[in-house]
C-alpha cells in the first residue's frame, strides 16, 4: 500500500523559514518525479515544485528563488526548504507524484504565514 506523509508545517512569521518532509512508502518513490503541491482556502491544489528520480528539479514562478526541493532516495524522503516566506504562502502543503496520482494524497501539513 502506497502511503505519502507530509510533516513540518507550522506557523511562522513572514520573511521566516520551514522545512517540510514527505515519507514515502512502497515502491513509488525511487524512480518517480516527486511534488510538492499546495491549496490555499477556495483554490485548487497547484504544483509548487518537483524532482526527478535524479535529481533535476522545477519550480513555480511564485517560490522560485525562495523554495528548494530536495530528495534523499535512501529514505525515500522528499524535503522542500521554504525561505522568505510570505503571507500567500499560506496553505495546505501536500507531496504526490509527478503528474499527481489520486490515490496517493495523504492529508498534508498546514503552513500558515502571519503578516
Known amino acids: 500500500q502506497v502511503q505519502l506523509v507530509e510533516s513540518g508545517g507550522g506557523l511562522v512569521q513572514a520573511g521566516g523559514s520551514l522545512r517540510l518532509s514527505c515519507a514515502a512508502s512502497?515502491?513509488?518513490?525511487?524512480?518517480?518525479?516527486m511534488g510538492w503541491y499546495r491549496q490555499a482556502p477556495g483554490k485548487q491544489r497547484d504544483l509548487v515544485a518537483a524532482?526527478?528520480?535524479?535529481?533535476?528539479?522545477n519550480y513555480a514562478d511564485s517560490v522560485k528563488g525562495r523554495f528548494t526541493i530536495s530528495r534523499d532516495n535512501t529514505k525515500n524522503t522528499v524535503y522542500l526548504q521554504m525561505n522568505s516566506l510570505k503571507p500567500e504562502d499560506t496553505a495546505v502543503y501536500y507531496c504526490?507524484?509527478?503528474?499527481?496520482?489520486?490515490?496517493?494524497w495523504g492529508q498534508g501539513t498546514q503552513v500558515t504565514v502571519s503578516s
Open positions: 524532482i526527478t528520480s535524479g535529481g533535476s528539479t
Open positions: 512502497g515502491s513509488i518513490f525511487r524512480f518517480n518525479t
Open positions: 504526490n507524484v509527478y503528474p499527481s496520482l489520486r490515490d496517493y
